[in-house]
């Protein structure tokens, strides 16, 4: 480090440092030029600290910092501009919320407006960027936590203050609105910084309350576990397979799932019917639920119902129903594995658990032989072929809507991370395969998305970052021209009305959208446009091969329905 004078910007930079920040995801904004400084000098001097990624839209930098958050559970850092910055990127962050992906989402505001003795923020924040309250108040209903830095002191804890609550149970993105003349400001760096901030603690259930939960499984006669995200958490996946496997218990990922939670290949994996799974059920272990009954009234009455979950109750949900007997709070791994050994210490019935995983790998009824579509590829088709030829340990990426279950249930996830689903308001996927991929390189990624999610994304900034970060991905377009969703909500209000009548429907109409193929191909991505099911393996074959060599794809299939 030189005598050069530091500034706010330099302490942004060190807590990343502290934080073991990978990765910095910025769409610019004229406040960042303190932090820009400080990655000069660290470029400079060879210090070591994290990678700065420009982008060219805010709900692309949030999304990959989705996607990177979701492989690697550590907060990562995101630079927006200002309020408008802000609200560009409020989708994405939203969607970090659901998802409970940690991160430090970061912008400004001038509190001099030129008035003050330092240096002189620009004219654009008195005229057209300052807004009443902060931005802090505008970012606080739909983030963790939000707040105000006041002084250049206290830069450097605020943003690892941020990232420790944002790394916390339950894991979201924070937000940290810090001035332009407190970034400017000159900084001395405290003695603690360069210390490495530790991760947090792991938090499990006592041992009286993992025994009653154990008798509880071990009592029960026809116990069902339903889970909609045990497996975005470390070792959730792992640990609830054990569980599962050592008392013969039903698994249930009802379409609310959102990740890859049990091995679908498994005979302890019973679909995503909730409500008949749980209607003859005694107990009901809801592990990692936030919404199991809908509606929320229509509880089992005749079942226990047994919560394990790291917050069972969201704060940022506004209705939650869970009905439980008994609560199970902790990281979900570590709380899973003490209850498998709290079970097992307690002694297992090995001839119930043998009858009752006789009675689960009964066959199943075949499904009925679907009739070839009249027009166009059926969807089921495109998934199948897709598990045929993705690498099988690929990360598949959902942004679909009414194709999700056929993708849940045909891709037949059977590993951690195989399958995750993009949560929040559409127009995120791109970013978030982009960031899964950023975040394991040497694993295969692949974005399944419906053509009206596809055209909500930033599409042109996204594949653009694909190409000028090599981040190599395959894109399927699950093309049917409409929004389909928009369409069966019209049906079920009015199944009889005039826009039924007459044909007449509004918000539903797709043909105008842009050939998604020839999109692709001018901005340096393979593009190709599949219609006839013939196509269908020899297209997708063609577009990985491209993927694997480190070209992106984008292939955009004829769906049926």
């Known amino acids: 480090m030189t005598d050069e004078r530091l500034d706010g910007g330099e302490a942004v930079l060190a807590a990343c440092r502290s934080l073991g920040v990978d990765v910095v995801f910025a769409s610019s904004g004229s406040e960042w030029a303190p932090v820009w400084e400080a990655l000069a000098r660290q470029d400079r001097d060879g210090t070591a600290g994290p990678r700065y990624v420009d982008l060219l839209h805010e709900t692309l930098a949030v999304a990959m910092a989705t996607g990177y958050g979701l492989v690697t559970r550590r907060p990562q850092l995101v630079l927006v501009h200002a309020v408008p910055g802000l609200l560009q990127g409020a989708c994405g962050v939203h969607g970090a919320l659901l998802a409970g992906v940690p991160m430090v989402v970061a912008s400004s505001e001038s509190t001099t407006y030129g008035d003050g003795h330092g240096a002189d923020p620009g004219s654009q924040w008195y005229r057209n960027l300052s807004i009443v309250g902060g931005p802090q108040a505008v970012a606080a209903p739909w983030t963790k936590w939000s707040t105000q830095v006041g002084d250049v002191s206290t830069v450097y804890g605020s943003v690892v203050r941020a990232a420790e609550i944002a790394a916390r149970p339950t894991a979201g993105p924070v937000y940290l609105n810090i001035p332009v003349e407190v970034l400017l400001d000159e ?24 025994e009653q939960a154990a008798r509880r499984l071990l009592a029960a006669e026809r116990p069902v576990i339903v889970t909609e995200s045990a497996g975005r958490h470390e070792d959730g996946f792992e640990a ?96 899973l594995r ?56 690929a990360a598949v990426v959902d942004e679909t809507i009414t ?33 899964v991929k950023m975040a394991d390189t ?57 826009a039924v009548r007459e044909d007449d429907f509004r918000g539903v109409d797709l043909d105008g959208q842009p050939e998604l193929a020839k999109v692709a191909e001018s901005l340096g991505v393979l593009g ?27 292939v955009d299939v004829r769906v049926s329905i």
């Open 187 to 210: 900084w001395t760096p405290p003695a603690l910084v360069g210390r490495a901030i530790p991760e947090a603690g792991r938090r499990v259930s006592t041992a009286a309350d993992l």
């Open 240 to 335: 609830l397979l054990e569980l599962a496997e050592t008392l013969a218990v039903p698994v249930i990922e009802p379409q609310a799932a959102v990740c890859a939670n049990f091995p679908r290949t498994s005979p302890l994996h019973r679909g995503g019917d909730t409500a008949a799974a749980v209607a003859d059920a005694d107990l009901v272990v809801l592990l990692c639920c936030r919404a199991p009954w809908y509606p929320p009234s229509d509880r089992p009455v005749a079942a226990d119902v047994l919560v394990i979950d790291d917050v069972p109750h969201r704060p940022y949900v506004d209705y939650q129903v869970l009905g439980a007997d008994q609560y199970l709070e902790g990281d979900i791994g570590p709380t």
């Open 338 to 393: 003490a209850l498998t050994g709290a079970v097992r210490e307690l002694g297992v019935d090995e001839r119930k658990v043998a009858a009752r995983l006789a009675a689960l790998t009964v066959p199943r009824t075949a499904p009925a032989p679907r009739q070839p579509a009249e027009h166009w590829i059926d969807p089921g088709d495109v998934v199948d072929c897709l598990r045929e030829l993705l690498d099988p340990d």
């Open 403 to 435: 194709h999700a279950r056929t993708v849940q249930q045909r891709l037949r996830a059977d590993r951690p991370g195989r399958y995750s689903y993009v949560q929040g308001g559409l127009g995120q996927g791109i970013g978030v395969a982009l960031g």
């Open 442 to 498: 040497e694993r295969e990624v692949a974005l399944v998305i419906g053509d009206g999610a596809m055209l909500y994304n930033p599409i042109v900034q996204s594949l653009s970052a694909a190409r000028q970060l090599e981040l190599p991905i395959l894109i399927v377009v699950f093309n049917n021209r409409q929004y389909r969703s928009m369409k069966l909500n019209h049906l079920r209000f009015y199944p009889d009305g005039a």
């Open 528 to 554: 190709l446009s599949l219609t006839e099911p013939e196509q269908l393996k020899s297209g997708l074959a063609q577009a990985l091969a491209s993927v694997r060599s480190g070209v992106s794809a984008l």
